[in-house]
């Protein structure tokens, strides 16, 4: 059976309104607005994220947000509510990126919580997890990957319907400069986490490959056995860009 992999893109701290609008009309002009054969999936800044969500409202891509607290309300500043998330049109969070995690104090208790959070408002969990290089150099990444994989799933109520997607992202391999894995090591290290899912949950999660994802590498990543499908960043922040890789892996995938 062909698998239908995740492709989706968040497009970090960039892109005006003016601008979203362009990537969206894109996206709605193209032959993928409803797609059998792959879940595509958007996750814009917040200042766009209503408007992202309207426009696609009667499309099958998912739109999702960059973050969100813990907590439905409170006295906590500059911070945005699942519930606000989800009144904004969200269907998907994205959790626990590396950037959140080194530049913004995010800890694996609060992804933790996090991922409870927006599980509990019916929307989907997209957990980031990743070894920095200096695991990876010194051999740590199977430890740092069970570390974080326990820490994203260990809030959340599964006796009620929850979903939730795992994101391998090696540090060492995020933003401009970055190594891209090897695409055995990879799927190595997807066969690692949902072994720790099936262990923890009875069943495995699917897990997409993130980090320096590029045409060059995208179709031999998404071949890969054990991965559900590609997180994207900047080659995919021109939706041009995006639109080629979901159509070179659809292809692939086919054959």
Partial sequence: MQKRPWIGTSWKMN?????????????????????EEAQLFVIPPFTALHRVADALN??????GAQNAHWKDAG???????????????????????????????????TVGLKVAAAVRHG???????????????S???????????????????WSRPAQVLIAYEPVW???EGGTPADPDFANEQHVLVKRLLRERLGAALPVLYGGS???GNAVELARQAEIDGLFIGRSAWQAEGYLGIVTDVIAALRT
């Fill in 75 to 109: 006295a906590w500043t500059g911070e945005i509510s699942p519930v606000q998330v989800k009144d904004c049109g969200a269907s998907l969070v994205e959790i626990g990126h590396s950037e959140r995690r080194e530049h913004f104090g995010e800890t694996d208790e």
């Fill in 173 to 175: 391999s995020i933003g």
């Fill in 15 to 35: 892109k005006t309104l003016a601008e979203a609008d362009r990537f969206v009309a894109t996206l709605k002009a193209s032959d993928y607005t409803h797609c």
């Fill in 139 to 157: 051999g740590r990444t199977a430890e740092a990957l069970a570390r974080q994989t326990e820490a994203a799933v260990a809030h959340v109520d």
């Fill in 213 to 215: 994802v590029n045409p």
């Fill in 58 to 63: 009667e499309t099958d891509i998912i739109v």
């Fill in 123 to 137: 929307m989907t969990a997209l957990v980031c997890i990743g070894d920095t290089r200096e695991e990876y150099e």
